[in-house]
């Protein structure tokens, strides 16, 4: 049976007064008993002193002396006289010849030889009656009253019991004061046990506390715990948003504590760790024994010891990794491992894209600045003049061409949503193509036709839709020859996209191994083939960024007929 803290409380607090009211009354009745016999012994001290006088007036006759002082003493008063060895002279209680024995070891006698009183409580060995003895050392006997320990002598030593009633009316008040006291705090207990009780949801418990210092302790545990139940949840979810970003994270990361066993990793971090090790392994601490890793395993171990942070690459598997530590104050750790490749690949690709803009925008200032030089510094004559100045003017219309191709491309990279989308009619777009660019079709004697258009939307932007075609009907002019025909076909659609061909008549390229690098920036078949033709070099790269920029793909192919077919996709308007 399980004990409530209520009845626990009156438990304690019984067993604590009940052991002090004992210790009360036990303390309280021998203090009352030791002074009722100390009053007895006075009494008894009185009697001896009497028969000490009449000792001391009969000194040669002790016998008559005790028979004269026996006439004015209680009839129950025994007395004897004992001399200095032990032997009994006289006792008016014991006929003489019955007192052979020596008292000299009479417990009374003993304490009066060493202390001049004594007193005892005994059976007679005389007369076999039990006596309260008290004995007095004088010069040349002891003398020894006694009285017949009976119920009169027994009630005189017995304690007054009206103190003992007291006590107990006090300890039964107190208990039942004790047991208010208990339920008061029990009820609070009480209250707060419910709260706490797994039984009980708190948020769904209403407690009430009794107005009491408890009560009030137990009203601020209630306040505590919401408060604490509040931080609670804001912790799980900050957690749950942790987790979810680390998780969802394009970095591989896991934790570890100051003893390297590990503590949380996400799913990538493992990736990483089998493309890296070449091993397919679901423990990360293989980091710490893996070579790839002996740069981390180093500064985790000392190396660095007054560093918290840490650095490298690993290179494998055609792949670059980007490898950081992290060091707390805890000594706790993680580990992030990030695939750069790509960036890598970006960077590298806009160093050289910086190198070939530094070497196209170098051929035609080079070529400006001769043909000014020798206008100025040369005497020619007018026609001449018109001539050099003529040639500056064309090399300056291909530097500002390469400028606008090379800011057209920037700008569909980093600043896509700086382009205006709307519904464009394709045939209005390749009509208004077809006029623009009417002289130079006409001098290379090209056709220029589309199929399938009528009524084709696309949702884009004009100016990129427009660079998409008229930059492929550049390319045709410049490089397909001549006599040759351009053909445009809308050649299917779906729910979403209308998929175009764009295809020439023309010589083709030779070594299809180029076909795949036509997109590339300042990308060339041969070296002096953009040279001879003009042109920037980066027509068929805003082409593809276009197309790309419109959620579509382009691809390029040699015709079986002869010349180029590109096929890409555009989107219809919604």
């Not at 028979?67 to 014991?94: F, K």
Request: charged residues 25%; glycine residues 6%.
């Amino acid at each position: 049976m399980k004990i409530t803290y209520k009845q626990r409380l009156s438990l304690y607090f019984f067993l604590i007064f009940a052991l002090f009211t004992i210790g009360i009354i036990v303390f309280e009745r021998s203090r009352e008993t030791k002074f009722r016999t100390e009053a007895l012994q006075e009494k008894l001290d009185a009697y001896t002193g009497i028969i000490q006088v009449s000792l001391k007036k009969f000194v040669d006759a002790p016998q008559q002396a005790m028979d004269d002082i026996s006439a004015l003493m209680p009839e129950n008063l025994r007395m004897t006289l004992i001399d200095r060895q032990g032997n009994v002279i006289y006792d008016n209680a014991v006929e003489k010849d019955l007192l052979s024995e020596n008292h000299a070891e009479r417990p009374e006698v003993v304490q009066a030889k060493a202390k001049g009183k004594g007193s005892h409580i005994r059976t007679s060995a005389t007369n076999r009656q039990e006596y309260l003895y008290y004995a007095k050392r004088t010069n040349n006997y002891f003398i020894r009253v006694a009285f017949p320990y009976d119920i009169q002598v027994h009630d005189f030593l017995k304690s007054d019991n009206l103190f003992l009633y007291y006590i107990l009316v006090l300890f039964v008040i107190t208990l039942l004061f004790i047991h208010y006291i208990a339920d008061r705090f029990g009820k609070s207990i009480k209250k707060l046990e419910e709260f706490a009780s797994e039984e009980n949801e708190p948020e769904n418990a209403q407690i009430e506390f009794p107005e009491d210092e408890l009560g009030k302790i137990g009203k601020k545990i209630i306040d505590n715990y919401e408060q604490l139940k509040e931080r609670k949840k804001e912790i799980i979810l900050e957690r749950e948003k942790l987790l979810q970003h680390v998780h969802s994270s394009g970095e591989g990361l896991c934790f570890f504590s100051p003893n390297k066993k590990v503590g949380f990793f996400n799913g990538l971090f493992i990736q990483y760790l089998n493309t890296i090790t070449d091993e397919s392994v679901s423990d990360p601490a293989i980091i710490f024994t893996d070579t790839s890793f002996k740069p981390i395993t180093d500064f985790l171990s000392g190396a660095s010891i007054n560093a918290n942070y840490y650095e490298t690459q690993i290179d494998r598997q055609g792949k670059i990794f980007n490898v950081r530590v992290n060091v707390f104050e805890d000594h706790s750790f993680e580990i992030i491992i990030n695939d750069i490749t790509r960036q890598e690949k970006t960077r590298f690709l806009k160093q050289e894209m910086t190198s070939n803009i530094a070497h196209e925008l170098r051929t035609p200032v080079t070529s400006i600045r001769g043909y000014l030089e020798i206008a100025l510094e040369q005497p020619l004559d007018g026609e001449t003049a018109h001539k050099f100045l003529t040639k500056a003017h064309e090399q300056t219309i291909v530097l500002s061409e390469l400028i606008q191709d090379m800011s057209l491309i920037t700008k569909i990279e980093e600043a896509p949503t700086s382009f205006k989308q709307e519904p464009i009619p394709i045939e209005e777009l390749l009509d208004s193509l077809k006029n623009d660019l009417e002289k130079p079709l006409s001098e290379k004697n090209i056709s220029m036709e589309w199929k399938n258009t009528k009524g084709v939307t696309v949702c884009g932007n004009r100016n990129l839709l427009y660079s998409i075609f008229r930059n492929l009907t550049d390319n045709a002019i410049r490089y397909a020859g001549t006599g040759i025909s351009i053909t445009i076909n809308k050649y299917n659609e779906d729910k979403d996209f209308y998929y175009f061909s764009y295809a020439d008549t023309g010589i083709g390229i030779t070594g299809e191994h180029h076909l795949n690098r036509l997109f590339e920036r300042f990308y060339r078949v041969n070296e002096g083939r953009t040279r001879d033709t003009g042109g920037s070099g980066l027509g068929l790269s805003i082409v593809k960024n276009a197309v790309l920029f419109h959620k579509g793909n382009i691809v390029v192919k040699n015709r079986a007929e002869g010349g180029l077919e590109f096929l890409f996709k555009l989107p219809k308007t919604e």
